[in-house]
C-alpha cells in the first residue's frame, strides 16, 4: 500500500463509492420502470390497434410495427415432469446449467463423489460490510 492510505480509508472510500452505486441504481431502476411503463401501455395500444384492425403488421413513417405470438412454458408439478422425461428419454427440456448450491453441497458431503466433466473456477472476494 502507498504511504497514507490506510486500511480505514480504503473501506471507507469503498462503502461511499458502493453507496453511491447503489442510489445511481435506484435512481435508474426508478426511471427504467417509468419509461417500461409507459412503452407497455404504448404497446397495448399498438396490439389493440392490430387486433382492431385485423392486422399483423403496419408500416409507418417512423418505422413497423408488427405483432407475433409468444409462448411460454412451465410447471407446477416438478415431480410428475421428471417422471416425464426420464420415462420418455427427453432430457433435452431442461437447460443446461447446473444448481451451483446443490452441487456445492454434493463435494462437501462427499468431495471424492465429482461428477465427469465439473470444471470450477474458485476466488478470493472481498466482502466489506458498514458499521
Not at 452505486?21 to 395500444?45: G, M, N, T, V, W
Amino acid at each position: 500500500m502507498s504511504e497514507g492510505i490506510t486500511i480505514d480509508k480504503l473501506t471507507a472510500v469503498y462503502i461511499k463509492i458502493r453507496d453511491a452505486r447503489s442510489q445511481l441504481k435506484k435512481k435508474f431502476d426508478d426511471e427504467d420502470a417509468e419509461l417500461r411503463e409507459q412503452q407497455d401501455q404504448i404497446k397495448h395500444a399498438l396490439l389493440d390497434y392490430c387486433n382492431e384492425a385485423g392486422v399483423e403488421s403496419a408500416r409507418t413513417k417512423a418505422g413497423t410495427i408488427y405483432r407475433t405470438v409468444k409462448t411460454r412454458y412451465w410447471t407446477r408439478d416438478w415431480e410428475s415432469l421428471y417422471a416425464f422425461v426420464v420415462q420418455n428419454n427427453m432430457p433435452e427440456l431442461f437447460e443446461k446449467r447446473l444448481n451451483q448450491g446443490e452441487i456445492k453441497r454434493l463435494l462437501e458431503e462427499d468431495p471424492e463423489s465429482v461428477p465427469p466433466g465439473l470444471n470450477s473456477d474458485t476466488e478470493y472476494v472481498i466482502n466489506v460490510r458498514k458499521i
